[in-house]
């Protein structure tokens, strides 16, 4: 049965709460001394997680939804720039390009230019877009065109536009499924977001997941096969990320603790399957100990 009292931006947060506690929970393995009995007792005071650029950038989509219902790239660029904060943890190409935007130079130009004319293939506009996914749910052609909007204002590469709408597609998936209550096996999920790419190294990280799901194989040999955000590029990063999420779908604390034991850019791969997770589980299925730690969303993004 549909939960009608469910809309689409009550998805969209959740998956920002997911995503944002995720991260928060990932970045906390670069702090020093920082063990998984820190994480499973959270025994700290309330707001003490910080979440990074992920939860930031990932703010900015929300509110344009919020606000307008839809991704403008234009908006979305100026939003970017202007809400950067530096010591959030961007990547050194992701400053690069912001500081272009916030200078005047229009998004298509700076982003074009990144990596020497090549444009960037990182896992940012991935770590940033489960809530936009969610917020489509049960449209993931919306979804994934969507996505390809709020990537390409950062990333003009095409494994960077990719791996955000692998994510995107994850999510709406992930949605439905919660909304009609028929929540999909990891296998289906995996189907739906391969209808959406092209040939690429995303793609084929994303068919090497897939089987890794029929076979049964753990955090480990996924993490060797898959990468796990090490390289910080979207073909390193999101096919773990959505093995993490589609094997572990129904437990957001489990999916979150793959990353974690899977280790390299843990905050990214956590931030991008807690966002997916939490739009098939919820606000309820997220550990409550955790969303209180996690430092504070910005109160221009809060629900309504």
Wanted: overall charge negative; aromatic content about 6%.
């Amino acid at each position: 049965m549909i939960a009608r009292d469910m809309t689409s931006l009550d998805l969209c947060y959740e998956s920002l709460d997911g995503l944002s506690v995720g991260d928060a929970v990932g970045a906390q393995f670069f702090v020093p001394g920082t063990t998984l009995s820190h994480i499973t007792e959270a025994a700290e005071p309330p707001g003490a997680w910080p979440w990074t650029d992920d939860t930031e950038m990932a703010c900015s989509i929300v509110d344009e939804l919020a606000v307008h219902g839809r991704i403008d790239r234009d908006r979305l660029a100026s939003a970017f720039s202007r809400r950067y904060e530096p010591y959030r943890g961007y990547g050194g190409g992701a400053v690069v390009v912001l500081h272009r935007i916030r200078d005047g130079v229009p998004w298509r130009e700076a982003a074009r230019d990144a990596f020497d004319g090549l444009g960037s293939m990182g896992n940012g506009a991935a770590m940033r877009v489960a809530p936009l996914g969610a917020f489509h749910a049960g449209d993931s052609r919306s979804a994934a065109l969507d996505a390809m909007r709020s990537a390409e204002v950062t990333h003009a590469h095409s494994e960077g536009i990719l791996g955000a709408v692998a994510v995107a597609v994850a999510a709406a998936e992930a949605g439905w499924g919660r909304l009609v209550d028929a929540p999909l096996e990891p296998g289906e999920l995996f189907d739906a977001v391969l209808a959406y790419q092209v040939d690429s190294q995303v793609k084929s990280g994303l068919e090497r997941a897939r089987r890794l799901v029929d076979e049964g194989a753990g955090v480990a040999e996924a993490a060797y096969v898959l990468g796990n955000g090490s390289q910080v590029l979207a073909q390193d990063t999101v096919p773990f990320a959505l093995w993490a999420a589609a094997t572990h779908l129904a437990d957001y604390r489990a999916a979150i603790l793959a990353c974690v034991e899977a280790g390299g850019d843990v905050d990214t791969t956590a931030a991008i399957t807690g966002g997916v997770v939490a739009a098939a589980v919820g606000r309820d299925g997220i550990p409550k100990d955790w969303l209180t730690h996690r430092e504070q969303l910005p109160g221009w993004v809060a629900a309504p």
